[in-house]
């Protein structure tokens, strides 16, 4: 399978542990996007990344998350001291570089804080 | 404030019939959009989109019109399946980095 992967595809934390969500794109793919979905949401961008550089932030990422892409492959979504409002489904999408490149999601990460 | 938006949060159609789904959006300065299908415990899945020079793009049973002056756009999947069944997410782009602006989504039921 070619397709977008991420890991652990659930995860349930006790509030004010630190936890890891891997993404893993299509491997041509340069642009890496994080988006979080809560229930009776859509998508909401969280951060991007075009090779190792990210370029976005939105302001929904708090000091408390850290997104990175250090050789330009792989991602990973670090949350520190999580909080019960971080409980959402953690979405990784991937696309080549240009306008209106189609992006590919994964599964997705579903995070409970207990 | 939502930039596009889809005020129906749920729909039922019966198999083989006409399915229509809308969104409204009202930010003028989005040029292109697009409708992503999920099914639980999956990722979104791109399904079709459109540019706002035209009026109507289609693929196989699944047709998207764009009115831009009513800042309105409707998905029609004719006839509809049980497959079909799934929750539908308007879409536009923002910017040159193409970070996508959802909608909240419509869940679609195909009743046999």
């Known amino acids: 399978d070619t397709g977008v992967s991420q890991d652990p595809r659930h995860k349930i934390t006790k509030r004010g542990q630190n936890v890891t969500f891997r993404c893993d794109p299509i491997s041509e793919h340069n642009r890496l996007y994080w988006y979080r979905q809560t229930l009776g949401q859509g998508p909401e961008f969280l951060t991007y990344f075009q090779n190792e550089a990210q370029l976005e932030k939105s302001r929904l990422l708090s000091d408390r998350f850290s997104a990175e892409r250090p050789k330009g492959s792989f991602s990973t979504l670090e949350i520190q001291r999580t909080e019960q409002g971080d409980s959402a489904m953690y979405l990784c999408?991937?696309?080549?570089?240009?306008?209106?490149?189609?992006?590919?999601f994964g599964p997705g990460t579903r995070l409970l804080v207990l | 404030d939502q930039q596009v938006k889809q005020n129906s949060p749920s729909l039922s159609v019966q198999e083989g019939r006409i399915s229509i789904l809308n969104c409204d959006y009202t930010n003028s300065m989005f040029d292109y959009f697009l409708w992503y299908k999920k099914y639980p415990a999956e990722g979104p899945t791109f399904l079709i989109s459109i540019s706002s020079i035209k009026d109507k793009n289609e693929d196989g049973r699944f047709t998207v019109f764009l009115n831009k002056s009513a800042k309105h756009l409707s998905l029609h999947i004719v006839p509809s399946q049980p497959g079909d069944s799934a929750v539908y997410f308007c879409?536009?782009?923002?910017?040159?980095?193409?970070?996508?602006?959802f909608g909240k989504g419509t869940r679609l039921h195909i009743l046999p």
């Open positions: 879409a536009a782009p923002m910017n040159r980095d193409d970070k996508i602006i």
């Open positions: 999408a991937s696309s080549l570089s240009g306008q209106r490149k189609t992006q590919y």
